[in-house]
């Protein structure tokens, strides 16, 4: 099979209203969505104030994205997302008569990319997208840490939808992480079962649990047993496609002791994933531990602003405002897969560390917090 098997190359116009005979165009979604599950947001409802979404009719599959940003007559900035609200440039600058072109892989599963553009000053000359089967994909498993949160839910967000923010060309994002879904709730939803139908040799498998497992539900799990023996479900799955599992331990909460360290909210948990990745010999990155020191770093009042901490009225979806300390503003999200990134590479992930960076292409050199 050919690698290059769909391909189409435009200049977007703003005026080219989405049209199915043509296959692509511009449309605003009648509302944002509340339904995680559905999976039906568009990326243009992850900007305040909401931006028309692209629409471009292509098959499943991992596409290579090139765009040509910039303007003959003016400076422009330009922010892109993609999917769910996956941030892939960053406030991007030209100058006037200036032309540069970003390339950036993207999963597509429901026969529809969707591109958004944002920004100071967006501006956006061509768009090239081509398929291409050599594409390895990035399956993440998780929790609401890690989901696509929803456009009505926006700016709550997932450091899953910033990962692709991070990485490189070679590799494209499917994030099926769940708000409220343990190690074990995953799994009794076939939600594992899903991925295991994707999953091709060469692929990674990124897997974060414990938020919920800590629980008293049905969902919950203890550390050093039931956690452990689902967490090998995982595993034991990746590698009988050939493909590759990474663990990856929680961020911790948002709880400072009152000499200024991180509380450890989660128990065993931690521990437990790091004994159970030494002994399946399973790359291990620490995110209880980078995050323990950004938090710590910045201190109380700075890390309301990597949580979701809001005034009431500030934002639509928010309108008595937020106190959480669990879940990321879409800021904070960004850092927090900033650490994520981090970990893959100083890990040496193979063979993903070689498609990691921590933002030196991307328009998100400098830290945002």
């Known amino acids: ?7 189409c190359a435009f200049a977007p116009d703003l005026q080219c209203k989405y049209d199915m005979a043509k296959g692509y165009g511009y449309s605003a979604a009648p509302e944002p969505s509340r339904n995680e599950d559905l999976e039906d947001s568009w990326p243009g409802d992850y900007y305040i104030p909401a931006v028309p979404s692209l629409l471009i009719d292509v098959p499943k599959g991992n596409y290579r994205v090139t765009l040509t ?4 007559d003016r400076e422009a900035v330009t922010t892109v997302k993609e999917g769910l609200g996956h941030l892939r440039l960053y406030e991007w600058s030209t100058v006037a008569g200036e ?33 291409l089967a050599s594409i ?4 993440l498993a998780g929790d609401s840490t890690v989901t ?12 899953g939808q910033m990962l692709g923010l991070f990485l490189n060309t070679g590799v494209a994002l499917d994030n099926h992480a769940r708000s409220g879904r343990s190690s074990k709730s995953f799994i009794d939803e076939n939600r594992l079962n899903r991925i295991a139908k994707r999953l091709r040799k060469g692929d990674c498998l990124l897997i974060q649990f414990a938020h919920n497992d800590e629980k008293d539900n049905e969902g919950g799990t203890l550390p050093f047993t039931t956690y452990q023996a689902y967490l090998q479900r995982y595993i034991d799955l990746a590698r009988d496609h050939e493909a590759y599992p990474v663990l990856i331990a929680p961020m911790h909460r948002r709880f ?9 909210t989660h128990g065993d948990y931690i521990e437990a994933m790091r004994q159970l990745a030494e002994r399946e010999k399973v790359p291990f990155v620490d995110l209880a531990a980078l995050s323990k020191a950004y938090y710590e770093k910045l201190g109380v009042e700075r890390t309301k602003e990597v949580l979701l901490w809001a005034r009431p009225g500030q934002y639509p979806c928010l309108p008595e405002g937020a106190e959480d300390n669990t879940h990321f503003s879409e800021r904070g999200a960004v850092e927090i897969a900033r650490l994520v990134a ?20 991307t328009g998100a050199a400098e830290a945002l917090i």
Do not use: C
């Not at 950036?104 to 501006?123: R, S, T």
């Open 342 to 361: 981090r970990g893959l590479v100083e890990a040496r992930v193979e063979p993903l560390w070689q498609h990691v960076h921590t933002g030196e292409e």
């Open 148 to 159: 696509d949160q929803p456009s009505g839910q926006f700016p709550y967000t997932g450091w």
């Open 69 to 72: 940003l910039g303007a003959p």
């Open 136 to 139: 390895a994909t990035v399956f």
């Open 1 to 7: 099979m050919p690698d290059l098997e769909f391909g």
């Open 99 to 131: 032309s540069v072109k970003k390339t950036f892989d993207v999963h597509v599963n429901d026969g529809q990319m969707k591109l958004a553009f944002g920004g100071a000053a967006p501006a956006v000359q061509y768009v090239e997208v081509k398929r």
């Open 256 to 264: 400072f002791e009152e000499d200024g360290t991180i509380r450890n």
